[in-house]
């Protein structure tokens, strides 16, 4: 909910907010004005301290009960607290004081779709629609409404309108994204917003949204390009230059992504995520010491920032210091047990260091959390090929092949396995299965067989497929 769009803090807010507070913890009954109380409920909103808001509203109550603006505030609190029904209340009261404020329409809309009236919340916007002088963001609201019903279809359809009639509308760019990202309908909304970045070339959020699209849809150069146009309009934003270093990575463009860190870190400031992307663009390009140094300043900042205990981690494990990484790699799972890859970096250390057992019971949880990184297939199943239990490797690699059926490595490495056990008729099928996924990667079986040639059904076949794809 893009409830603070259209708040901006004041210069002196920092100030303010420490006059109120020591006014607060010496128990005095210094007023404010008005309009300071509306900054400092909006200041703990931001903050998400909704109890500091919502004392900060009754104390702005006290001495301005008839004020419109701090019911409104005090409605949004509520609303954030989930106490919908006297949220109710509060904007009824407000209603009598500013009958057309289209604010109390939208938080009113929300809470009653809190309290699960979605359809009368749906109702209240639409009946508003045609006489609103500021249609945006009530058309984002039904797209939220929509969405909140499970009908993504007319979700889009309100988004798009929203984004129609304001461009740099945030909310309904990013609730657009999140409808066909969750439907897995992202190339359908690319058009449109090829159209509306034509009809409105100075929109940044448009450029934004654009980019941002490409990225899920991994077309990065023209994420890229979309980025440009974005910083080209706006040189001081430092999302726009977090998002270019994104694409860079994502290219293997490191130095250049590293660079792009940099503008955002010298606009933004100190900041984990920020030192996390410096960090792991100094480590794609093996400057394992400079990528430390930036993940420790993360963790100086925020201790539980599991990222930069997993890049200190990886770093090591690159450098073969596991008895290293695996300290940081164990500290990254023990905040956050629930990423896939803590896991896997923590299996292969383990599995460096002669730690059987414990590598491969990682490598199970990091299976279990996702089964689809092709990765965990491939060494989880190496380490039993290795002790010589191929039944086991095999099984392993074909339910790798059942999560991820066109993957063609797993495939070749399912060759590689039944050639290792003698199962020759089963390492055709699956050398024919890769070859039409993937020719050129039939190179990884030269890691296992240097005399490939001496198989001669399997050089047979290979070279069969070299003739068909004209390759030399």
């Given at each position: 909910?893009?409830?603070?769009?259209?708040?901006?803090?004041?210069?002196?807010?920092?100030?303010?907010?420490?006059?109120?507070?020591?006014?607060?913890?010496?128990?005095?009954?210094?007023?404010?004005?008005?309009?300071?109380?509306?900054?400092?409920?909006?200041?703990?909103?931001?903050?998400?301290?909704?109890?500091?808001?919502?004392?900060?509203?009754?104390?702005?109550?006290?001495?301005f009960?008839?004020?419109?603006?701090?019911?409104?505030?005090?409605?949004?609190?509520?609303?954030?607290?989930?106490?919908?029904?006297?949220?109710?209340?509060?904007?009824?009261?407000?209603?009598?004081?500013?009958?057309?404020?289209?604010?109390?329409?939208?938080?009113?809309?929300?809470?009653?779709?809190?309290?699960?009236?979605?359809?009368?919340?749906?109702?209240?916007?639409?009946?508003?629609?045609?006489?609103?002088?500021?249609?945006?963001?009530?058309?984002?609201?039904?797209?939220?409404?929509?969405?909140?019903?499970?009908?993504?279809?007319?979700?889009?359809?309100?988004?798009?309108?929203?984004?129609?009639?304001?461009?740099?509308?945030?909310?309904?760019?990013?609730?657009?994204?999140?409808?066909?990202?969750?439907?897995?309908?992202?190339?359908n909304?690319?058009?449109?917003?090829?159209?509306?970045?034509?009809?409105?070339?100075?929109?940044?959020?448009t450029?934004?949204?654009?980019?941002?699209?490409?990225?899920?849809?991994?077309?990065?150069?023209?994420?890229?390009?979309?980025?440009e146009?974005?910083?080209?309009?706006?040189?001081?934003?430092?999302?726009?230059?977090?998002?270019?270093?994104?694409s860079?990575?994502?290219?293997?463009?490191?130095?250049?992504?590293?660079?792009?860190?940099?503008?955002?870190?010298?606009?933004?400031?100190?900041?984990?995520?920020?030192?996390?992307?410096?960090?792991?663009?100094?480590?794609?390009?093996?400057?394992?010491?400079?990528?430390?140094?930036?993940?420790?300043?993360?963790?100086?900042?925020?201790?539980?920032?599991?990222?930069?205990?997993?890049?200190i981690?990886?770093?090591?494990?690159?450098?073969?210091?596991?008895?290293?990484?695996?300290?940081?790699?164990?500290?990254?799972?023990?905040?956050?047990?629930?990423?896939?890859?803590?896991?896997?970096?923590?299996?292969?250390?383990?599995?460096?260091?002669?730690?059987?057992?414990?590598?491969l019971?990682?490598?199970?949880?990091?299976?279990?959390?996702?089964?689809e990184?092709?990765?965990?297939?491939?060494?989880?199943?190496?380490?039993y090929?290795?002790?010589?239990?191929?039944?086991?490797?095999?099984?392993?690699?074909?339910?790798?092949?059942?999560?991820?059926?066109?993957?063609?490595?797993?495939?070749?490495?399912a060759?590689?396995?039944?050639?290792?056990?003698?199962?020759?008729?089963?390492?055709?099928?699956?050398?024919?299965n890769?070859?039409?996924?993937?020719?050129?990667?039939?190179?990884?079986?030269?890691?296992?067989?240097?005399?490939?040639?001496?198989?001669?059904?399997?050089?047979?076949?290979?070279?069969?497929?070299?003739?068909?794809?004209?390759?030399?």
């Amino acid at each position: 909910m893009d409830f603070n769009s259209d708040y901006f803090p004041l210069p002196n807010e920092e100030e303010l907010i420490v006059r109120y507070e020591q006014a607060n913890s010496l128990g005095s009954n210094v007023l404010f004005e008005e309009d300071d109380y509306v900054h400092i409920i909006m200041h703990y909103l931001m903050k998400g301290k909704h109890p500091e808001a919502h004392l900060a509203c009754e104390k702005a109550i006290a001495a301005f009960p008839f004020s419109p603006e701090i019911l409104t505030d005090f409605a949004l609190v509520l609303i954030q607290e989930e106490q919908f029904e006297e949220a109710l209340e509060t904007i009824e009261k407000a209603e009598i004081l500013s009958p057309n404020d289209e604010d109390l329409l939208l938080y009113k809309s929300m809470a009653l779709d809190g309290l699960g009236e979605t359809k009368a919340a749906m109702e209240l916007i639409q009946k508003r629609l045609p006489t609103s002088a500021n249609k945006s963001p009530l058309l984002n609201q039904l797209g939220n409404l929509a969405r909140e019903e499970g009908d993504f279809v007319a979700a889009n359809n309100w988004y798009q309108k929203a984004l129609n009639d304001d461009p740099e509308m945030a909310d309904a760019m990013w609730s657009l994204l999140l409808v066909h990202e969750a439907t897995e309908t992202m190339p359908n909304i690319i058009p449109f917003l090829e159209e509306l970045a034509f009809a409105n070339p100075l929109s940044k959020n448009t450029w934004l949204g654009l980019g941002k699209g490409f990225q899920r849809l991994a077309l990065f150069e023209k994420a890229l390009d979309a980025f440009e146009y974005y910083l080209a309009l706006d040189p001081k934003a430092g999302e726009g230059w977090l998002q270019k270093g994104h694409s860079l990575m994502n290219l293997q463009r490191f130095p250049d992504a590293y660079n792009a860190y940099l503008e955002a870190f010298n606009i933004s400031g100190p900041d984990p995520d920020i030192y996390v992307f410096l960090g792991a663009s100094q480590e794609h390009q093996k400057e394992y010491v400079k990528a430390i140094e930036y993940y420790k300043k993360a963790l100086k900042i925020d201790q539980e920032w599991d990222d930069a205990w997993y890049g200190i981690g990886m770093c090591f494990l690159s450098q073969e210091r596991y008895i290293e990484s695996m300290h940081y790699l164990r500290k990254a799972i023990a905040l956050n047990p629930e990423h896939e890859l803590f896991w896997l970096g923590l299996a292969q250390a383990e599995w460096k260091t002669g730690n059987v057992i414990s590598a491969l019971e990682a490598f199970e949880a990091s299976c279990n959390i996702d089964p689809e990184n092709a990765d965990v297939w491939l060494d989880w199943s190496f380490i039993y090929y290795d002790q010589g239990d191929y039944d086991r490797a095999i099984q392993l690699i074909l339910e790798g092949i059942d999560e991820l059926p066109v993957e063609a490595e797993l495939w070749y490495r399912a060759v590689i396995y039944a050639l290792g056990c003698g199962r020759y008729k089963d390492a055709i099928n699956y050398l024919e299965n890769a070859l039409l996924l993937d020719f050129d990667k039939h190179i990884v079986l030269f890691d296992f067989f240097t005399e490939i040639e001496m198989q001669k059904t399997i050089y047979k076949l290979i070279d069969k497929f070299r003739t068909r794809n004209n390759t030399k």
